[in-house]
């Protein structure tokens, strides 16, 4: 699939922040609707972290699938429980095989593995390292951003399949 232009990222991301809390409800209801186990994995999958990761994380994941939805109209196929556990499972191992490797490395399999979609990953880490608003919280932990990168980049990496058809 082609890669989603950074524009349509930036606008989309920008009226998802616009949001009103009632509005956003019924989006995320109507998501969850059109791919609950996709909302599901996400609020399951996060459910341990602190609330702020979770906020973070179902934001995320809320952008993410609206940036996917504009660019398809709409169009996404159903993802299955399986799909994104495999997803899951090898985009873990993935990570987990870069954490020894040597930096020319790491850099060059950045480079490929977020071809695919590089404008949503970039808003996505953007979005990691912004600075709170509220001077009451404080950022992420590394672990933090890094398990909420790997559950977002599953959920890139399957909307990304039911979209390239």
């Not at 409800?25 to 791919?35: A, F, H, P, V, Y």
């Not at 593995?113 to 996505?124: D, E, F, R």
């Amino acid at each position: 699939m082609e890669p989603i232009p950074e524009n349509l990222v930036e606008q989309t991301w920008q009226e998802v922040a616009a949001y009103t809390p009632d509005h956003a409800s019924g989006e995320m209801k109507r998501i969850g609707e059109d791919q609950p186990e996709l909302l599901a994995f996400m609020v399951e999958f996060t459910q341990d972290l602190e609330p702020q990761a979770i906020d973070l994380g179902i934001y995320l994941f809320f952008v993410v699938y609206r940036i996917f939805e504009k660019w398809h109209a709409g169009k996404i196929g159903q993802v299955s429980p399986d799909e994104i556990i495999a997803c899951y499972e090898a985009n873990a191992d993935l990570m987990e095989s870069l954490e020894s490797a040597h930096y020319r490395f790491l850099e060059r399999a950045a480079e490929v593995q977020l071809a695919s979609q590089p404008y949503v990953i970039k808003y996505v880490v953007d979005a990691f390292f912004e600075v709170p608003e509220d001077d009451e919280l404080d950022p992420l932990s590394d672990e933090d951003i890094g398990y909420l990168f790997l559950l977002i980049k599953t959920v890139i990496d399957v909307l990304n399949g039911k979209t390239d058809v």
